[in-house]
């Protein structure tokens, strides 16, 4: 009797031991929420958007960003749905979609002005991610969260035979209590509206 409750105790410390070696990853949920309204968003960009596939440039694709506890293992986190450059395509779309925009979807584009002749679209959009991370670190005084998002956007327009390019990069530094992957989504999705409400409405 003994050695079975001895045979279960150890068991549960080895069950306990390989759980507590296992390092967490969590999965962000990625959206752009406007804040803002584009009055002139038609007018800029033409009734119908083609998105291209965007372009993540970074080292490490992986994850998005990590955390180190005070004691324990590290934290990753990775975007949702994955990989981030399909996250980033999807939730532009989605949230074009609602300012009567047709979001259509083109298999490839160069990026050149004598390209747009041939795309089945008033304009099209396509981004390269050049970084894309965060990094909390926690101490006995609470967690420093820092935030560094740099993407490079190319807007193809029609009516005007131009391509248009701008350099979006923000970086962000919290000190918090604690830190939770709702808190880091949260920091994630501030800087996408920060980045995209100023950019829909001025574009070029």
């Known amino acids: ?17 390989i759980d507590c070696a296992e390092a967490h990853t969590y999965s962000l949920a990625l959206r752009y929420q406007p804040v803002r309204e584009f009055p002139s968003l038609q007018q800029k960009f033409g009734s119908t958007l083609g998105i291209a596939p965007f372009k993540d440039e970074r080292q490490e694709r992986s994850y998005i960003g990590i ?5 324990g293992l590290t934290t990753h986190f990775e975007s949702k749905p994955s990989p981030l450059e399909k996250a980033l395509q999807e939730s532009l779309s989605s949230a ?12 490839n584009w160069d990026g050149t002005p004598e390209s747009l002749k041939d795309i089945d679209s008033d304009s099209i959009l396509m981004i390269e991610i050049k970084k894309f991370w965060t990094e909390g670190r926690a101490s006995l005084f609470g967690t420093t969260i820092k935030t560094t998002v740099q993407l490079v956007i ?5 009516h005007e035979g131009k391509v248009f390019k701008r350099n979006a990069d923000i970086e962000n530094e919290i000190t918090v209590p604690r830190s939770t992957p709702e808190r880091v989504e949260a920091i994630f999705n501030q800087i996408l509206t920060d980045i995209f409400d100023p950019y829909f409405s001025s574009p070029y």
């Open 96 to 107: 074009l979609s609602r300012f009567q925009m047709k979001v259509v979807s083109i298999p």
């Open 1 to 17: 009797m003994k050695l079975k409750v001895l045979s279960l105790l150890v068991l549960f410390f080895i069950i306990f031991v």
């Open 67 to 71: 955390h180190f506890p005070v004691r």
């Open 154 to 158: 190319h807007l193809g327009v029609k």
